[in-house]
């Protein structure tokens, strides 16, 4: 078994990968950086920005970093600020949605696998996290 050494992420110096409607991740810990039992990254949301409704494959934590959220989990709503922490287990339905109509939202999302990914409810598509990190956002 390989040693993993320390490392440290600036998500600063991390080009963000764009997700559509203005959203952006920026990857962290994942399998390409040598992830091997979680993976984490921040998403940021464009005011009044959301992701469509999904699910995932493993459990997923999320911890809003700044702004107001609407966290939508199992087809009800929460409103959730900075420094506030989501569990959603596997296959629960769920999205996120910034509040303000002036403000970018953050947050830090954490799935329990390296092999996470993400059913969009409406079509069913399916796409592993990683893969959804291969190209820089404009």
Known sequence: ???????IFRPSEIPAV???EGVKTIPL???KTGATSFINGVTIFPPSGSVPLHKHNCDESVLVLAGDAVAE????E???AEGDVTFIPEGVHHRFRNRSEAEEMKI???YASVDADRTIIATGETRRIDDEH???AD
């Not at 078994?1 to 320390?6: A, G, V």
């Not at 989990?73 to 009800?76: D, F, Q, V």
């Open 1 to 7: 078994m390989t040693k993993q050494e320390p490392k």
């Open 78 to 80: 929460h409103q959730v």
């Open 18 to 20: 764009a997700r559509g």
């Open 108 to 110: 830090l999302w954490t």
């Open 29 to 31: 810990l994942v399998r």
């Open 73 to 76: 989990i199992a087809g009800e």
């Open 134 to 136: 291969s190209a820089p």
